[in-house]
């Protein structure tokens, strides 16, 4: 036998040993899960989640620490990332619109509220196609007025994150409306 395939097995073994290891905490992890979705079903799909991304991660698991901590953190994390993800707002832009539309002046030529309306237009729909992440901060800021703070506390991101969502988004809406221009 070859040390090439000594070595194979031997990674093998390991993985395998790893893999008994989580399985091992398969209960506790369920009813960490349990408490904290409050329903079966979806305590039973975070398990398998954090199970399977402990498994990808494994090269970072480090024998020092405690599996049983390691897990449990892995799933609170998860869990708190879905969460916030599914309490995000959404926001339309049709909600958001009537502000915008408010702000074609009144007193300007037919031709020009013609112009800013379809240009209006135009935007709404290059907003309502850009990625999801993009549009919230976009709108939120643009249409609603919120300051950076508001919308880091809105959307429960670092107010940095913020700044680089709306610097991307708006390139990108940028380089859109010159490409259709």
Known sequence: MNSNGMGERAWKSVADEFMERLHK?????????????????????????????????????TYEKSLKAWLRTMMTNRFRDQKRKKSLPVV??????????????ANASVEEQVERKLLLERMKEEIGSLPEIYRRVIVLRHYYGYSYAE???????????????????????KERLSRKG
């Open 151 to 173: 919308i880091s506390k809105e959307l429960g991101i670092p107010e940095g994150t913020v700044k680089t969502q709306l610097f991307r988004s708006r390139k990108l809406l």
């Open 25 to 61: 905490h398969q209960r506790y992890l369920f009813r960490i899960a349990y408490r904290l979705t409050g329903n079966p079903e979806d305590a039973k799909d975070l398990t398998q989640e954090t199970l399977w991304q402990a498994h990808q991660k494994s090269g970072k698991y």
């Open 92 to 105: 339309t832009l049709d909600e958001a619109m009537p502000q915008a539309e408010a702000a074609v002046n």
